[in-house]
Nanobody
Framework: QVQLVESGGGSVQAGGSLRLSCVAY????????MGWFRQVPGKEREGVASIYTGNGRTYYADSVKGRFTISQDNAKNTVDLQMNSLKSEDTAMYYC????????????????????WGQGTQVTVSS
């Protein structure tokens, strides 16, 4: 079992920055991907960024490339998401996710490839 605990959400004006952090507890040794998803009411959960825990490769949704940075600290079992130049359309509930399947390698954007989820942290960007 793995428990994911997020922190760092909040409210910020457009153009500002926030940093989300996710700590993984439990049996994390076979995690292949960790990442961040977001969801707004009435829409599907969408992949924002992912990191392959083995080699550190990172992937981003086109909408956040150049603005968001995902990073990991394997010693602390944490995955962070630095969000800069925030826009109102970034407003959403953000979820940390971890996958124990290599299927996440080419399908990281898809929520069904994830094995565990955090409880979510709200990010609100006002224009």
């Amino acid at each position: 079992q793995v428990q994911l605990v997020e922190s760092g959400g909040g409210s910020v004006q457009a153009g500002g920055s926030l940093r989300l952090s996710c700590v993984a507890y439990g049996y994390t040794y076979t995690t292949y991907c960790m990442g961040w998803f977001r969801q707004v009411p009435g829409k599907e959960r969408e992949g924002v960024a992912s990191i392959y825990t083995g080699n550190g490769r990172t992937y981003y949704a086109d909408s956040v490339k150049g603005r968001f940075t995902i990073s990991q600290d394997n010693a602390k079992n944490t995955v962070d998401l630095q969000m800069n130049s925030l826009k109102s359309e970034d407003t959403a509930m953000y979820y940390c996710a971890a996958s124990f399947s290599t299927y996440c390698y080419n399908h990281w954007r898809e929520a069904y490839t994830q094995s565990y989820w955090g409880q979510g942290t709200q990010v609100t960007v006002s224009s």
